[in-house]
């Protein structure tokens, strides 16, 4: 697995040209991006997921130009190959959380990992037929990892992932992050200002306005 970032610009409406630096992961590597309020760190994130359109450059997983898929293609290949974590969990209420997982399946077309073994792995397999209204936000966030994970995806994006956690959570959901983008070879990028995730990866980008 390959994932490169390549002259990456883009301006939000009204707003100056953001220019990013250039990412380079193989399977099993860890990224963070670093970089005050404001400077572009979420702007960037959506970029490499393909939720946003650069103004220039390239953004290129396993040879697949991301930043030049369209609708549906790029749907497919965002459920199939890329797991997003945001800030908050995002899960949908009227669904259990396993049902929550399905819903991952069922949008990448695609088996995917066993989701028993998953919600084990992720501490969370006593939970698998509760409302998701119930859960602990600790509990919650290992939800939304599990269903980034559920595909199997190539790279894993992360949003400030434990920045509503606790020490002891944190400690959890980034340990965890970890050992499953392991596990299944995927490279994983973290935006964070938490200097708790920072002692786990040394390997980081600084993103800066100009
Ligand atoms: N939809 C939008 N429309 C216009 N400007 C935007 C939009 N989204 C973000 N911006 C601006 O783009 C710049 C970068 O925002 P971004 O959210 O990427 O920063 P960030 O580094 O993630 O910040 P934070 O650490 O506070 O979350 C900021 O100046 C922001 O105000």
């Not at 404001?38 to 130009?65: F, I, Q, R």
């Not at 459920?79 to 949908?92: A, E, N, R, T, Y």
């Not at 002891?168 to 965890?176: A, G, Q």
């Not at 596990?183 to 964070?192: E, H, R, Y």
Request: glycine share 8%; no cysteine.
């Amino acid at each position: 697995m390959r994932f490169q970032t390549q002259s990456l610009r883009f301006a939000h409406p009204g707003q100056p040209m953001l220019e990013f630096p250039d990412i380079n992961l193989s399977s099993g590597d860890s990224l963070l991006i670093l970089g005050k309020s404001g400077s572009g760190k979420t702007t960037l994130l959506n970029l490499l997921s393909g939720l946003l359109k650069p103004a220039s450059g390239k953004v290129v997983l396993d040879e697949v130009l991301i930043s030049e898929l369209d609708g549906q293609k790029l749907d497919l290949f965002r459920g199939q190959h890329i797991g997003i974590v945001f800030q908050k969990p995002h899960l949908i209420a009227a669904l259990n959380v396993k049902q929550n997982l399905e819903l991952a399946h069922f949008f990448g077309k695609k088996q995917g990992q066993n989701l028993d073994q998953l919600l084990k792995d992720l501490g969370i397999d006593k939970k698998a037929k509760s409302a998701v209204m119930t859960l602990s936000e600790g509990e919650a966030q290992r939800v939304s990892i599990a269903r980034a994970l559920a595909n199997s995806p190539k790279l894993i994006v992360a949003d400030e992932p434990t920045s509503s956690l606790d020490d002891e959570n944190s400690e959890k959901v980034i340990t965890l992050l970890k050992a499953q983008a392991s596990k299944i070879g995927a490279a994983l990028i973290i935006v964070t200002h938490d200097q708790r995730v920072k002692a786990h990866i040394s390997q980081f980008i600084e993103v800066k306005a100009s």
